[in-house]
């Protein structure tokens, strides 16, 4: 498929998740930019009456209450959860205002971790956010960071949040959704083969087919988190296979360029603006959920067999291929699982708590019963319910 193929693809896009970064949406003077928001909100707007369907996942919420409060939001956790319940209001009134004027209603969101982790949960946010898409609303998504206890969680063994930036939760938004596209606004042009800012010879990259180990080893000298963001091109590139293996393509550009998002799909712009993600691949939406929504409660280490047997014959974890277990896991949790050299390569829903688990593990099936007293599967974790990454 040849560039203006792509573009058509990417101009074609109906349902549309747009992801705006903390630094896009604030001036020289680290204030927020009315003008640049609101230029948004026009092309947006624009979008919206030719038929698409936009999703705004926006950050600037703790950027705002802490000049607002006149405080450094690093200062404490309680300190950024209370600039953030100062600035959501005023950022989402400036969403409303603006989409208002073009007669078009929003409607707010506000997201912790545990709304992805909970399968119900997850499915209930998926109802709701579809039931406001076809009432004709915008969706305007930020993560919830006054409730949020993702920093407070981290302390356990083994535990990984779901996302713990707005990168990954657009991402995660746009899968759930089966979105056609999502476009990442920041202050960079889009993904280099090493850090523009440090390296004039850099070049941009237009299109991505996959995201490979390649493109991860850009990230070790691209850019990092400025001042007032969470994310970076790593969080960035982690997003961009959340959203490719989920069917969707993505696109990484500069949200500083005047009407970006006009251009972004205007059919006569002959610049290649940003940089282009493909889909790859379209995981069944209980395999996005397993592989990338929800919190992870602990880690299994399997032997060099067993990772074979997953991986090339796509087959059950067996309690005869662990080797370690690692954290606190109920059944039906969501675990990691690494190979000998400590490489996560899939993730799966478990069948029995880790306390059972580490009785029965490099035990043959046969064998569960007469350990544990009960038996539920032969399988600490079925196929069906492993998500290779």
Not at 42 to 51: N, T
Not at 89 to 98: A, K, N, T, V
Not at 165 to 190: F, M, P, T, W, Y
Not at 215 to 225: E, G, R
Request: with cysteine; aromatic share 6%.
């Amino acid at each position: 498929m040849d560039y203006a193929e792509i573009r058509k693809k990417i101009i074609e896009s109906k349902r549309i998740v747009f992801k705006f970064g903390t630094n896009v949406l604030r001036n020289d003077f680290k204030e927020i930019s009315l003008s640049r928001i609101y230029t948004f909100i026009e092309d947006i707007a624009q979008l919206k009456k030719q038929g698409k369907e936009p999703i705004i996942v926006t950050s600037g919420a703790v950027g705002l209450g802490s000049k607002r409060l006149g405080v450094d939001s690093s200062e404490s956790m309680s300190i950024k959860q209370a600039c953030a319940a100062v600035g959501q209001s005023r950022l989402m009134s400036i969403y409303e205002d603006g989409f208002d004027k073009y007669g078009i209603i929003t409607s707010q969101i506000l997201l912790t971790e545990d709304d992805f982790s909970h399968r119900k949960k997850y499915l209930s946010l998926h109802d709701a956010m579809n039931t406001l898409i076809e009432l004709g609303t915008i969706p305007v998504i930020n993560q919830n960071d006054t409730v949020s206890t993702a920093e407070l969680d981290a302390y356990k063994e083994a535990f990984q949040v779901s996302f713990s930036d707005n990168d990954k939760l657009s991402a995660l938004v746009a899968s759930e959704l089966d979105a056609d596209l999502l476009v990442v606004l920041s202050d960079i042009d889009g993904l280099f083969d090493d850090n523009p800012k440090l390296n004039p010879q850099a070049k941009k990259i237009d299109v991505v087919d996959q995201v490979t180990e390649e493109f991860d080893n850009y990230t070790k000298n691209a850019l990092s988190p400025d001042a007032g963001g969470r994310g970076g091109m790593k969080t960035k590139l982690e997003a961009m296979k959340v959203v490719t293996r989920s069917g969707g393509a993505a696109v990484i550009a500069n949200g500083k360029i005047p009407h970006i998002i006009q251009r972004l799909f205007d059919e006569k712009e002959t610049e290649h603006l940003g940089t282009i993600f493909l889909p790859t691949e379209n995981l069944t939406n209980k395999k996005r959920w397993i592989a990338y929504a929800t919190n992870i409660q602990a880690q299994i280490t399997v032997n060099d067999g067993a990772k074979k047997a997953l991986t090339q014959k796509f087959t059950s974890l067996l309690p005869i291929g662990v080797l370690k277990i690692e954290g606190d896991c109920q059944k039906g949790d969501i675990v990691s699982i690494l190979d000998t050299e400590g490489n996560e390569f899939a993730r799966g829903m478990i069948n029995y708590n880790c306390s059972d688990c580490k009785k029965i593990l490099g035990k043959h099936s046969d064998d569960i019963l007469e350990i544990l007293g009960y038996k539920n599967y032969d399988a600490i974790i079925t196929r069906d319910n492993i998500a290779l990454l």
